[in-house]
């Protein structure tokens, strides 16, 4: 008996030690009031902007064909999302901007690995990364016309120049300010080659890199709707082909429902980023 009690206390003090870490778990009143708290900010500020608009509008600065008020653009808007052109358009611009994305994390992640581990080549190419990072995506696109003429490879040429910078920028940063004491560590435990990589490196330096990737995003996203205004592929119907369709027939309307939805596929793809950082960091302890 003595013995057994001597076992559990020691798990019973642990134990008691992370309810005292973690908390009680929220209840749903004290839930309800930290979302109210996040989002009524967010409310607000939409609030604001959408008066703001309105009374530009009725000081008939422009005439209402040309900037309406949100009323006309809201119910234009609940119109055009039930039509299947609208998706179709929405699915064709998602597929291009995940799988432009991918290609340019893959490329970022290989580029930022070796960079931060070889020291001639970031002599070398260290600084070009970051030029290239501070460049306006549109610049690249008459080359990228050149080369690959109207084609979707001209708009993931430019996608991938755009984001893949930040993601390689990202992960540099986070393997520079690994601790030295963790990789002596890692090398006392006999981890070399991919597994130093995988256990140590990697998982360390995942804070920085989810924000490169965060950023990396941000950039192709208007690599993107850009390249989409001034690639038009025949035979393709994206969200900047139909802005740019708006645009020729005077469609005001049409015009800033299509920017209303280019931002609200934005921020929806930046919560996920927030929400993906906010966790590691919690993880990591950097936060409440």
Known sequence: MPTEL????????VSGLDQLELGAPPTNGARGRRVWSAAWPKLLAIAI??????LIALSGWKPSYILPGPGPVFKDLG???????????VR??????????ALAVIIGTVLGSLVATFA??????GSLITGLQTMPSVLWFPLAILLFQLDERAIYFVVILGAAPSVANGLISGIDYIPRTWLRVGQVMGMRGWAKY??????ASLPSFVSGLKQGWAFSWRSLMAGELLVIVPGTVSIGVRIQNAQ????????ISYI???LILGILIDVLFSWADTSLRKRWGLTQ
């Open 120 to 125: 001639p080549l970031r002599s070398a190419i």
């Open 92 to 101: 064709l611009t998602m597929t291009r901007a995940v799988f432009g994305f």
């Open 49 to 54: 902007v959408l008066l703001v608009w309105e």
């Open 79 to 89: 119109g055009l999302v039930k039509t299947a052109d609208f998706w179709d358009g």
């Open 6 to 13: 001597t076992t559990a206390g020691p798990a019973n003090e």
């Open 248 to 255: 020729d027939l005077f469609d005001s309307t049409l015009v």
């Open 260 to 262: 209303i939805v280019v």
């Open 198 to 203: 995988r256990h140590l490196v990697l998982p």
